[in-house]
């Protein structure tokens, strides 16, 4: 039950009397009773250029698996390319207006968000290294010069398209310019003999520019020691401390990791 007037935007018109909850409202009010690490995949999807086909969304709000297969452990989840459903703005907007204890987990998930995530497992990636250590992940987020970036282009100078045959820019999945690194995350389609060849050419281009790429592969993103070896690669980089802050770091990164697999769908690990 909400008394108070509803934020500028919250409902939208969609034809001639027919009204619906805008996504960042609808958001809102998913987002009670349920995790950070579920709202959080969610907000990043709508943020994002992907989204999870509609057969998904039943099973994943029920707490399901998707899709439900017997062997699950190298499943590729299927998903399709599109437009942000919502921009930052507007759930900040819908943030500030939603005080109180009741909608914490969503403030604290539109605070974590970044835009333009282009897969489910990016958006795991993310939540994983940027999201405070208090919640499980490894708080890259606040290194220095803007902490990380998802899908940041960098243009190739000459030689360093020299060094990429011709590769005249990279997309970098997760971008840390105070460590000069690109944190990768390869899939089965990276396997691929001819994707393989591009990216050790666009790798040799990004070396070019100085910048250090770090792979995550399927097997990496569920070994959390593995994920904190490399944050901590990424802090000495940085030139920056790693340190834990709170007890049972551990039992919370495992959290954090089976909370954002459950909000796109995936068993827990």
Known sequence: MISKPL???????????????????ATLLYSEGRSLPE????????????????????????????PDFTDRHNVEQEHCRCEPAVTM????????????????????AVEYALSGSASPMETVMAGMFSIPMRWGGFNLRALPQGGIF????????????RMASGIPYAVCDLYIPAAGSDLEYNGGYHEQE?????DGQRNNGLKGMGVKVLVINRDQMIDIVALEAIAQSIY?????????????????????LNGLRAGIGLPPV
């Open 7 to 25: 934020p500028a935007g919250a409902i939208m018109r969609v034809g001639a009397g027919l009204y619906c909850c805008s996504p960042a409202f």
């Open 39 to 66: 709202v959080y995949a969610l907000v990043m999807e709508l943020l994002g250029i992907y989204s999870l086909p509609a057969e998904a969304t039943l099973p994943i709000a029920w707490g399901g698996v998707w």
């Open 89 to 108: 703005h507007e759930l900040r907007a819908v943030a500030a207006w939603a005080t109180g204890r009741r909608y914490a987990t969503f403030r604290r």
């Open 150 to 161: 998802l899908n940041h282009r960098i243009d190739f100078s000459p030689r360093a398209v």
């Open 194 to 198: 001819s994707v393989r060849v591009r």
């Open 236 to 256: 000495d980089d940085a030139n920056q401390r790693f340190r834990y802050q709170a007890a049972g770091y551990r039992a919370r990164q495992l959290a954090l």
